[in-house]
Structure formats: structure tokens, C-alpha cells
């Protein structure tokens, strides 16, 4: 993430920590965190955990004994993480670093949320989470992406628009930032295809959202 997106989310992190825990948004955090297939006292790594949102689902999947990393880039989403009792506590850990560049060396799972369309080289990315977590460990990709339903357009050009606006420094297509970081998505589920079996791809939100889960082989 460059300088500019990390102070584009830095500043924005309280209306974030917002708009990531509307009612409407908890219930597929919920199934996202359900397609891991945790086990209690396991350990999973969320790469790009913003404000925590994800984190209680995380936590009831891997109960008391188990253990839920947080890494965000930006020290003010972990901030806002901190500020609610339910994501913090026992078991959870939040680490400000690049999840490009590993600050942990060991987990059962490895939860990247609406982070690989920021990375010049996702794939690469994507290959190192499944070495951490080896043979018989899960990988998740959770993104926003365009839907093609007939009613689309004016949330796609909304989507176009946050893509540019949360992107500032980045090297986008002129046609489309939205296109480009859509490809950069479509790099790291590829990567996570080659390297995993038993896979598994869901939609929520009327196709804005995409998880792809595999098991590393």
C-alpha cells in the first residue's frame, strides 16, 4: 500500500469502522468466516483486518483456546479496532504491518479481506499466506467486485469511483480503475486456484462481494 492509500485510510478510519459494522454487512462476515471451517483453538491470520469487523465471527469459529491475528498497514484502523470490547480481549492480537511481508510464522488460516486489489503483485502474496498456513490449512479471499446484474450500473460507477478515491498514487488503466483492480483480484484467486483443492466461491450482496476459499494442498 503506498503512502498516499495508507493516509487515505488512516483519515477515514472512523467512518469506516462505521460502515463496516452495519446490520446489513454482519451476516456475510458471518458465512465468510463460517467457509474457513475453523476448529476451536486454531489459529487464523486476517490480512487487511481495517477496524476488526471481522474479527468476533473469527473469534466464535476458534472459541477461547483458539487465537485471531489482525494485520492492517494503517495504525488508525487498528485504533478504532481496539475501541470495541468485542474485538479485543484473549486471543486476539492486532499487528501493524504489510501483509506482503509476514510478521507471523505460523497459522491454520489465513483471511485476506478487501486487500489484493492494493498489491502490484498479488499472486506473490497470495502463494506466501499458503505457505504459512501448509498442507491442510485454508485460504480466503474476500472482495468487492462489479456485478454484471441488469441494475448495476449506477453502483458500479459508485464502485469505480471508491476504487479511485481509496487508490490515490496507484498506476490504474485510464478506462478504469475498477477494471485494474478487479484484474489484480483476478491474479490472486488464480494463484490461490493453482496452489489449493476443495474449492469453494460464493457471492453476497447481490455479486459486490466474492470469497473464494481453498484448502492448501
Known amino acids: 500500500m503506498s503512502d ?12 469506516y469502522d462505521r460502515l463496516a459494522d452495519l446490520p ?5 462476515r458471518a458465512q465468510t468466516a463460517a467457509m474457513l471451517d475453523l476448529s476451536p483453538g486454531e489459529t487464523v491470520v486476517e490480512m487487511g483486518c481495517g477496524t476488526g469487523a471481522n474479527v ?3 473469534r466464535e469459529q476458534v472459541g477461547p483456546t483458539g487465537r485471531v ?4 498497514l494503517t495504525r488508525e ?5 481496539r475501541t470495541h470490547p468485542e474485538r479485543v480481549g484473549q486471543g486476539v492480537d492486532y499487528v501493524q504491518a504489510d501483509a506482503t511481508r509476514l510478521p507471523v510464522d505460523d497459522a491454520d488460516a489465513v483471511l485476506a479481506t478487501f486487500v489484493v486489489g492494493m498489491f502490484d503483485d498479488p499472486a506473490t502474496a497470495v502463494r506466501r499466506w499458503c505457505d504459512l498456513v501448509g498442507p491442510g490449512g485454508q485460504v480466503a479471499l474476500l472482495n468487492f467486485q462489479r456485478s454484471d446484474h441488469t441494475l448495476a450500473a449506477p453502483i458500479n460507477l459508485a464502485f469505480e469511483g471508491f476504487v479511485r478515491l481509496s487508490s490515490p498514487g496507484k498506476r490504474f488503466s485510464r ?11 483476478g491474479r490472486a ?6 496452489r489449493t483443492e476443495q474449492r469453494h466461491f460464493e457471492t453476497f ?11 492448501v494442498e
Open 4 to 15: 498516499a492509500a495508507q493516509c487515505f485510510y488512516g483519515r477515514w478510519a472512523r467512518l
Open 24 to 28: 446489513g454487512l454482519r451476516s456475510w
Open 205 to 215: 450482496a447481490g455479486g459486490y462481494l466474492g470469497v473464494l476459499v481453498g484448502r
Open 56 to 58: 468476533p465471527h473469527l
Open 77 to 81: 484502523m487498528l485504533t478504532q479496532a
Open 69 to 72: 491475528v489482525g494485520i492492517d
Open 189 to 194: 484467486r488464480e494463484a490461490l486456484a493453482e
Open 175 to 185: 478506462s478504469s480503475h475498477a477494471a485494474t483492480f478487479e484484474q489484480r483480484v
